[in-house]
DNA sequence: AGCACGCCGACT
DNA sequence: GTCGGCGTGCTC
């Protein structure tokens, strides 16, 4: 075998399928899972070696050899690996970039996978006058060399420790020779434990899903269905204690803002450990880091975002997809996966459980649990004996208000205070407003680059696009006619400085993406959040999402009716899931919570489910409605997304694509459209998108197979960029 | 995606 | 004469 072998190389191309090679001269063939530095066109790149055959589609003389081999050992496992070929297939995305996306930077940039130090040593021996010269010019350097000459050969971080700032004086240093500085493979570090923490002693429910969760150590998907504050971290955190002490991991996955330090000390307190956190506020070296520690088994709890789905693990006893209906495990652009749905299919692959959690559970879930294909845990009372929050609704008809804040919101939020409570104030847009109107002309400041308003963003005078970003200074004065402008309706920022003014006596707190843009504000503002030192918080879903608040007891939602007509026909499960969220803020402790929801339409099918039969209410109709329609999870979608400079560039691309899935003639494949998109030019590009829905997901897949394999090579597609979207989130 | 080749326009 | 614009083609 070894003679004729032929390596199937993964490569960062946007480019299908894998790259064969040959063997490096003169050493063993590299197993599947190592890195490879293999000459590919003009330029050398690193690959990952997918598998070994001995067998090419292509003449042997067109392959090139493998120049160098990375990697002593497979830096990923079969498990993972099948994974990443699972994901390439099933999302139609080069195989290249899944590894891409699998592989933290570092790694991708071909650095060791071992943990190495950085040795700090002196070049030569100074005496006692020429270490005085040198002291006169360059001071900082002179103390480090005299530093060195005390202790000899040193790691990188005693020197950090001892000159935390020598990292100036480094260049120079090594410039003029007088250091030198050598990477050599670190000790393995100790793996630090604490005693761990005991929790609250679990309620029935609680302890009956334990159960039911240690009964098994096979594959099997379990929904935790508890109302918020019913204590679902408790039950996995139980469970992970268990696996921990077999010596088993656990993979968590929680949304990007579910990801909160407070989350992770209490995570830390439990298991007596550190887990190994992977998410986006991370450097370089301390992604890795964490990898390591996953795929070394020294990590028992891996914690990370969407991306973390691909971490290896040695020891794989259990996978946690922790507020599961989140859009953001949904990846949005490239490589458009999901992880909730990759955890699944992982965890079958390792025959081991999979937990998905959550108060708002998504209409796929639910309907898993009415096909008994997942197995439905419950918790319905809140923990610690907290009732649930009364809600109620205001006809913004009947109690018109200004800027966005009803007569009877306001005196709410006074007698709230005034008991000692806190109130939170939901509004799910950013900025001052969203529109600035001429009052004489009705001229309506939009963007230039996409078909949409700009919002006003009176705290630094601009003008903001949120959907391409762009930015321009705020005027007072009509674009078209030169008359006064009008900021028209409300954004968060505008209801802060409407309640700091109706109330001058307390504290107000904003949290948005705007308002903690800062490192650390967020966490500053999270933490007055939680002192109860804020009164009165205003912010958007960042602040309805996994956040306890001990003293809030009202939640008031300024506007909900944006969601209320929505033209996806997922909007109704968002909102739900959205008021549910943010409504679970109130009253998780001794006080009972009260909800206030503002809406100009009243009468709305909607807000009779939801308020009298709650999430699960919306969640039966909305099922019913989908399965009458024909609409996921009772069939499957996949969208091809198409954008271009010219109008009826993507237009043209997407009726061949219609043509050509027409032609593939899978009967029961349906091709809606294509369409322009509802916002149809964006960032200056015009987008259009086809839609493929079936109800059998292998037929579907054929098509797109069929699809990708053709449209490369079709003259429209020269003209557009194109992406696929396997199981789409949103459709417009 | 990169990267090269190639074929036309406006510069020292 | 040549520097550089981006259309086209290729990467085992």
Redesign the pocket.
Known sequence: VSRRAVL??A?????P??????PPPHADVPLPGTRVR??????REIGLVLEVTDG???PRS????VASVLDQQPILGEDELWLIGFTSDYYHHPVGEVVAAALPALLRQGRPFEATVEFIDLTAAWDADSLHALARRAPRQAEVISHLQSTGSCTKDALDLAFPNWRRVRKPLLDNGHIRIEERLAEPAPNERREAADGPTLNREQQAALEQLRANDGFCTYLLDGVTGSGKTEVYLQVMRDLDAAGKQTLILVPEIGLTPQFVERLEQRLGSRPALLHSGLTDSERLHAWRRAAEGSASVVLGTRSAVFTPLKNPGLIVVDEEHDMSFKQQEGLRYSARDLAVARAKRLQIPVVLGSATPSLDSLQHIAADSYKHLTLSQRAGGAMPPHLRLIDTNRHPGAEGLSPPLVSAIDAHIERGGQALIFLNRRGFAPTLICGACSHIADCQRCDSRLTVHLRDRTLVCHHCGGIQPLNDTCAACGAQTVPLGEGTERIEEALARRFPQHRVTRIDSDSTRLKGTMDRALSMAVSGEARILVGTQMLSKGHHFPQLTLVGVVNADQGLFSTDFRGGERLAQSLTQVAGRAGRERQQGEVLIQTAFPQHAFWGEWLNGGYHQVARFGLAEREAAGWPPYSRLALIRASGHQRDDPMRFLNRAAELAREARAADVRILGPVSAPMERRAGRYRGQLLLQSVRRGALHAVLQQLRNTLHAEPAA??V?WSMDVDPLELF
């Open positions: 199937k190389v490569i960062n191309a946007p480019l399928g894998a790259f064969d090679y040959l293999v000459p590919f066109g003009r330029r090419s589609d292509l067109k392959l090139k050899r020269r003209r960029r």
